[in-house]
């Protein structure tokens, strides 16, 4: 390969102004847009030479024949470029969004004679006004049903309300008190319209306003005795109330701002957007994005709030995210210049904002699991992973069972070694075996025993295999049994091994494969930094593209399997003081738990002076001291 891409520019026919560029391949396909401060300064790290390039990156400048880019007079000009360049040409290389579902919206006609509200999923009705998105079709129906008993507003269609100002004859909604417009014969267009900006304005947060207005109409009233207008306050007042009461108060009662939580790992992130006008949240909104090229946390956002402000969308005062972009004040011109007044894009670290934050976090991260656990359970996505990694791997069969191996230790020291299995692309946790590696220089050294040790197995009599033992999950509650069954015999190979790592433990997973006379087994490795996959003799590796399922499984088995080395890990940790612990006289099961839930660590505890091991309740003096000494002296 190369180190310098043909169609790199001549040295100074960049330009070092502000811009957007593209990368087309040789269809004239845009495979990537981006924008820059200096456009010279971000291109050239590009064409930077190809083995110091991101494995990812590589693979998209390799895959472009040339590269295009526009100056533009701002860097407020350059984020508007990008984001109607992204929205046109869907560029295979930018971030994918892929949302949960269509979420349905309350929508408010601003545009018609005698605006009207209605449920809908389209988001391009002229000059309407927007409220959610609503998690439900229910919820948007059940709030419109309290709204309008405040604030009585068109509800019928276009075709109803024609005909009824037609013909003089209230509309069908309108006779069964459904609809308050002026196809109902209660009120003129003009007080309609005057109660539509009502409505509005209450949804935009303005709840309080109302209820202390309405609060003291009705005192008014009440002391007036015109009981009949006071009543009437009182159910209004009722139905405000009961749409404020499904929504707590989550932020002060004047705050308008849509909040972002993110959570993401190396191939996807997903997006919670809290949508909060009057401090309460008024729509939530959840976003799944696939990530093709490595992407900083800050980017991220970036594209995040680019995506989420479109056209046509309510932009509030305040944007609320887990790290401020790059180019933040930039953002923040593009964002006043929709909304027309000022837009304060801030990170939120304390108080209220904080919790809030906090708590839309954990909603992407579940919404992160949901999506991968999805993605698990999908039997055509899974058959489309081994079809995948057969041809991307060059194998003769489609990888029906696949084993990975993790070498896992703490500095050098208690060096354990993981075995998972999985058959189908589904894990088989009965099959799972741990190694403990007495003698080891490196990383690759203990790959290459371990290797060496499981495919012996292969070549032993069925007979002479030693039977197993009861096998438990290292995560399940202490005790429980997981299987009864016997572990299987290792005497069934699998079509391809995996290894946790780069080109070292691939190279010396090989070597095992060949002492062992088993090159027919299909080996890679893929290496965490940057995902990519590597086979044992090439100086670069396969890159599969990051929305595949074929690299999706890949990366399962290798958290899989390092999850259960750290597991078999903390056992023995705990089994090893537990033993060490047994030989101190007087110190039984009971007195050992509760030093250890104590200090919380077994390094606490050994750092600890005989005086800070009295404090234990149960503990005295002298077996303090006993313990103290029996710890420093190991």
Known sequence: ??????????????????????????????????????????????????????????????????????????????????????????????????????????????????????????????????????????????????????????????????????????????????????????????????????????????????????TRRMQSASAAMDYEAAAKYRDQLASIEAVLGKSALVLPSDEDADLFGIAEDELAATVQHFSIRGGRVRGVRATTIEKELDISGSDLVDQVLQRAYGEGVDIPRRVLVPALPDDAAELEEWLRERRGRRVEIAVAQRGQRAELMRNATLNAQQALIRHKTRRTGDYVARTQALTDLQEALDLESAPLRIECF???????????????????????????RSFNIAETTDDTDSMYQVLTRRLAYLDRPEEAEPEGEVLTDPLAPEGEVVSTRRKPRFSYPPQLLLVDGGKPQVEAAARALRDSGHTEIGLCGIAKRLEEVWLPGEDFPVILPRTSESLYLLQRLRDEAHRFAISHQRRRRRRDIGTVLEEIPGLGASRIKTLLRHFGSVSALKGASSEQIQEVPGIGPALALSIHSHLASR
């Open 1 to 214: 390969m190369a180190d310098v891409l043909p169609y790199k520019p001549k040295q100074g026919e960049i330009p070092t102004a502000p811009g957007v560029y593209r990368f087309l391949d040789a269809q004239g396909r845009v495979l990537y847009v981006g924008k820059a401060k200096n456009l010279r300064q971000r291109l050239s790290n590009y064409f930077a030479p190809l083995r110091t390039l991101h494995e990812r990156t590589r693979r998209m400048v390799t895959t472009a024949a040339s590269v295009e880019w526009t100056v533009v007079p701002t860097d407020v000009d350059s984020l508007q470029l990008e984001y109607m360049w992204i929205k046109e040409f869907d560029p295979p290389f930018n971030v994918r969004y892929k949302d949960d579902k269509s979420y349905p919206f309350m929508a408010v006609t601003l545009g018609d004679e005698a605006p009207r509200v209605l449920v809908t999923r389209n988001r391009k009705i002229p000059r309407a006004r927007y409220f959610g998105p609503y998690p439900k079709v229910w919820a948007v129906h059940e709030t419109i049903d309290l709204m309008i008993k405040a604030f009585p507003i068109r509800t019928c269609s276009d075709a109803s309300y024609k005909r009824a100002m037609a013909t003089g004859r209230p509309c069908f909604p309108g006779q069964i008190g459904k609809c308050g417009g002026p196809c109902s014969m209660k009120v003129t267009i003009e007080e309609h319209r005057a109660m539509v900006d009502d409505f509005v304005a209450f949804m935009a947060g303005g709840d309080e306003r109302f209820t202390k207005e309405l």
């Open 406 to 432: 993790d070498i896992s230790h703490l500095g050098g020291t208690n060096v354990v070694a993981s075995m998972v299995v999985f058959e189908d692309g589904l894990p088989r946790k009965d099959q799972y």
